[in-house]
């Protein structure tokens, strides 16, 4: 997550590069820090640095760095002319690189050459098998295709070597309930919650495949995941709020007088409920009545 001082700063240096006031290199690189893209400015701004003999052997080493940002961002742009430019560049510097490698890669990949892609993947694989751009090149390919089980395959094949990556198993959890396939979503965030518990984002995702799978058990244990969302997020989680009642109600109809706990527990519940409609008063006003008229179909 880019934080609001870094996006401050990078629209400032935006500006100033657009408008001709320099730090295109300064631009460039926080962009890499930061993970974003923005293919279309740094192919105009990369490429003026590229052009400009002066300022390139001013980069001294950091120029190869911008051959590889600049061809990526070209592939983006399907300018593949420039992308393939760039990476002869790349080439006949590196010979035997895979880094380079995973580039041309990349471009057969950027061209809707699948086969001869996944053959330069699987070849690069072959060299080294912990290669994890690559295992992830691999899944970005088959989602692109739009092979969803393909892309399920890659991910757990991933996953069975690099089991920490928490992003790849938030990923897999997002396509699993894209799929409806929940109880393998559940799965994935048991994991997650396992390994960084205090992200209240996991908690909310759980609970609400928890609910949409249904039945007393799972409302129970969808409503204690609301709760803990809660609490890590200081009670202010509209959503989780919302999933209280909604499980709270849930579980009254399901229960009928079995469980008496479930029943006659109604704290929870009216704190939520007090808490949803503080909140509306303050930046909803207007939907306030709403809500009113939904808490009370809830029974509460």
Known sequence: ???????IRLNELENQVDNGGGGTWEYLCLLRKLKLRRSDKVLTHGLSLLNDPKKRSALAAEEWTLYEQVAV??????????????????????????RVGRLEAMLLEAKGSWAEAEKAYSSLLEDNPLDQAVHKRRVAM?????????????????????????????ELAEIYVSQ????????????????QPTIPLYHLAYADVLYTLGGLENFQAAKKY?????????????????GICLCTYAIGQLSKGRNK???????????????????????AAGKLSILTSTLRGLKL
């Open 73 to 98: 961002a070209a592939m983006d742009c399907q300018n593949f002319g420039v992308a393939k430019d760039c990476l002869n560049v790349l080439q006949n510097k590196f010979p035997e690189s895979k």
């Open 142 to 170: 088959a989602k692109s295709q739009g092979n969803i089980s393909g892309a399920i395959e890659w991910l757990n094949k991933y996953l069975d070597i690099f089991m920490a990556d928490h992003d790849a198993w938030r």
């Open 226 to 242: 609301y709760a803990s969302t809660i609490d890590l997020t200081g009670g202010k989680n509209v959503r989780a709020l919302y």
């Open 261 to 283: 706990e479930d029943k006659d527990g109604s704290e929870l519940q009216s704190l939520a409920a007090t808490a949803l409609e503080k909140d509306y008063k303050y930046r």
């Open 180 to 195: 409806q396939m929940y109880k393998q979503a559940a799965f994935c965030y048991e994991e997650l919650i396992l390994a």
């Open 1 to 7: 997550m880019v934080s609001r001082e870094d996006e």
